[in-house]
């Protein structure tokens, strides 16, 4: 990525800043809600989603049919040039597909990182184990998982938290089983638990970010299963600074 001529180099980068502004709507909101674009060498705007990239930024916190909508009807060229203060750029005509495919492997990396700390826990029975004894803090399964598996352990996991009857169970993850084992190196991986806290909030952050531009309404903190589903995300909304 590059730096745009006389533009800041990190005030729109660290690690605990400011609110950012949507630059189409106005809004505000902590950047860990948003997406980060960054401009390359060679102009072509791209997502930074771990905002990473030195030089000024757009933060993006519209869901997919959002960005499509706003490229299509020209607003999100238009936002950026102004965000870019007239920085030759290009919008590629798969942003949309870039960013997805960014929040997925920022996901699954962070899913690796757990793996190798050996705070995620696979395989039904070790994942049963932990739960009824009260170890997991979250718990997940392949979108393709069988439903039968996923309810048996969803019930383990409310026993080992004193909570039977309060339907809480594991989240429905948008990734299926092929994709996880490839991601994470392991065989046949459908169901994945978290045995910290803090690990789970890591994971959940991640995971949240995926499934808002997705469009999907998961909105509880997995660390908090009791959480209701927040509202959908605003489809409008993207953040400069």
Do not use: Y
Request: aromatic residues 2%.
């Amino acid at each position: 990525m590059r730096n745009p001529h006389n533009e800041r180099v990190s005030s729109d980068i660290d690690g605990h800043g400011p609110e950012r502004t949507c630059i189409l709507s106005g809004e505000k909101a902590a950047r860990d809600e948003f997406v980060r674009l960054a401009i390359s060498p060679d102009g072509l705007v791209l997502p930074d989603v771990h905002a990473r990239a030195p030089g000024r930024g757009a933060w993006l916190g519209v869901d997919r049919q959002g960005l499509e909508i706003a490229l299509t009807k020209g607003k999100l060229k238009g936002a950026l040039a102004r965000a870019f203060k007239g920085a030759a750029l290009t919008i590629p005509d798969d942003l949309a597909d870039r960013i997805e495919q960014a929040l997925t492997r920022a996901f699954t990396d962070r899913l690796g990182l757990e793996v190798k700390s050996g705070r995620l826990l696979l395989g039904s029975d070790r994942i049963a184990q932990n739960a009824r004894d009260g170890k997991v803090a979250w718990l997940a399964h392949a979108a393709d998982a069988a439903e039968d598996g996923s309810r048996k352990l969803d019930q383990a996991w409310r026993v080992g938290r004193e909570e039977e009857g309060s339907g809480l169970q594991g989240t429905r993850l948008p990734l299926d089983r092929a994709t996880l084992s490839v991601a994470l190196g392991r065989d046949n991986v459908v169901h994945l638990a978290l045995s910290d806290r803090g690990a789970a909030e890591r994971v959940g952050q991640s995971l949240q970010r995926l499934l808002k531009f997705q469009g999907r309404a998961e909105g509880r903190n997995p660390a908090e299963p009791n959480d209701e589903n927040a509202a959908a995300p605003d489809a409008s909304c993207a953040t400069l600074n």
